[in-house]
């Protein structure tokens, strides 16, 4: 708290605390949005959040389930899909500084 000035308490996640932090530690300071142009691209490109298809219900008709199936339907299946470590990922991309500056 002393060494940057910042208290942890006024901030929602690490992540916010770490940035101001950077800011504070290099001085930088950073330039508004005078262009419609780029603040439509920035907006167009922000990506993250929870992406979720949820089924109340799904039944299956296959030879696994031996309880429900019956042979004389076409079989089914049920399947769970799942994507890990995204944030992972997106972190060792390059950020995209050159379609920035191109403004």
Not at 3 to 20: G, K, R
Not at 32 to 54: A, K, P, Q, S
Not at 56 to 67: D, K, Q, T
Not at 83 to 100: D, E, H, K, R, V
Request: proline letters at 3%; aromatic letters at 14%.
């Amino acid at each position: 708290m002393a060494y940057y000035n910042l208290d942890p308490c006024h901030f929602i996640t690490a992540a916010d605390l770490t940035w101001n932090a950077g800011l504070n530690y290099t001085k930088a300071e950073l330039e508004l949005f005078t262009d419609v142009n780029m603040y439509l691209w920035i907006e167009d490109n922000i990506r993250g959040g929870i992406c979720h298809v949820g089924k109340r219900y799904s039944c299956c008709n296959n030879r696994f389930v031996p309880e429900t199936y019956d042979a004389k339907r076409e079989e089914t299946y049920i399947i769970a899909v799942d994507a890990n470590n995204l944030y992972g990922y997106t972190m060792t991309q390059s950020l995209p500084i050159l379609a920035i500056s191109n403004f």
